[in-house]
């Protein structure tokens, strides 16, 4: 009796061996089916955040993210692209508008926690104030996570709203979300919240 116990448990370690190898070597692309679920949890996350959405580069309907009319501010860069391989957060806001200003740190927690897990997030603050001395004097006693940037005149604000693709009739806080190679990916109208860290992670990081 004690003979068949070594054959049955080759038998079914033998029988387990190939359950165990489906899984991808730690530098293998995942499989297939890991895949679509990541793309749908993207879609999902897009459709509970995003007012707009694009697919990526090469696919039909991807838009790049157009120049934004800009004019110089005092002690900022006037051009410049994000680091290649890092996403932009796009963000219009004004000073005199409260909930640009009350998302601001919720802005730099995410940014901060999104570093810790190895995903690269520049923000682009572009101001749509009128008044340049409210803004100057804002920026003295206010830290902001990420670049300013100062819209060219109130009249290019529809310009602005077109390189985002959104309505030329919005109003700001405007969020838009820009891939590693320059591409809209993902539009909001107005204010973002705590609750929704998830869905912006997910957008960040799916495939």
């Known amino acids: ?20 190898c489906d899984r991808a070597a730690p530098d293998a692309p995942a499989p297939a089916r890991f895949a679509a679920v990541g793309h749908d949890a993207s879609r999902a996350a897009a459709q509970g955040f995003c007012e707009r959405q694009w697919p990526p580069a090469p696919a039909a309907g991807a838009q790049r993210y157009g120049a934004i009319p800009e004019r110089p501010l005092a ?15 796009v963000n219009l806001w004004a000073t005199w508008c409260l909930p640009c200003r009350e998302e601001m740190p919720l802005l730099a927690r995410w940014q901060q926690i999104l570093a810790r897990d190895g995903v690269g997030l520049e ?6 104030d009128a008044d340049g001395a409210a803004l100057a004097d804002y920026l003295e006693t206010t830290a902001v996570p990420g670049r300013v940037r100062w819209l060219r ?22 969020h838009a ?26 957008l960040l990081t799916a495939p």
């Not at 604000?157 to 700001?172: E, H, I, N, Q």
């Open 1 to 20: 009796m004690r003979r068949l116990v070594l054959p049955c448990a080759a038998a079914l370690l033998a029988a387990a061996l190939p359950a165990a």
């Open 123 to 128: 923000l682009e603050l572009w101001s749509v």
């Open 153 to 174: 005149s109130p009249a290019d604000l529809p310009a602005a709203l077109a390189a985002l693709g959104a309505d030329p009739t919005a109003g700001v806080p405007i």
């Open 177 to 202: 979300l820009v891939d590693r190679h320059g591409y809209l990916r993902c539009l909001r109208v107005g204010a973002v919240h705590v609750e929704d860290y998830g869905a912006v992670k997910t």
């Open 75 to 89: 002690g900022a860069p006037a051009s410049g692209a994000a680091a290649g391989g890092t996403w932009t957060w």
